[in-house]
């Protein structure tokens, strides 16, 4: 088995809804999460809470962000042009 990135189907009701939400009258063509293989074992997988939501224009990333994430930014990178 090779090791890196990959994406799957596999997202709850709920990242479809929020999803469905950031993207409005565009059409969801797929909503993957994002997967990382970083040994040879099928146990060594990570599956983040990051998902890639692509529609007919253009194609989103969906983070879910923990309490200390939000609080960073809001203190450290808000207002300096960070993307």
Do not use: P
Not at 2 to 17: A, I
Not at 26 to 31: A, F, H, L, Q, T
């Amino acid at each position: 088995m090779e090791t890196g990135r990959f994406e799957v189907n596999e997202v709850s009701d709920e990242v479809m809804n929020i999803a469905e939400q950031i993207v409005e009258d565009d059409e969801i063509k797929s909503v993957t999460r994002i997967c990382e293989r970083y040994d040879q074992g099928d146990e060594n997988i990570r599956k983040y809470d990051v998902y890639k939501i692509k529609t007919g224009n253009s194609e989103r990333i969906l983070k879910k962000v923990s309490e200390r994430e939000v609080m960073n930014y809001e203190n450290y990178l808000q207002g300096r042009n960070f993307c």
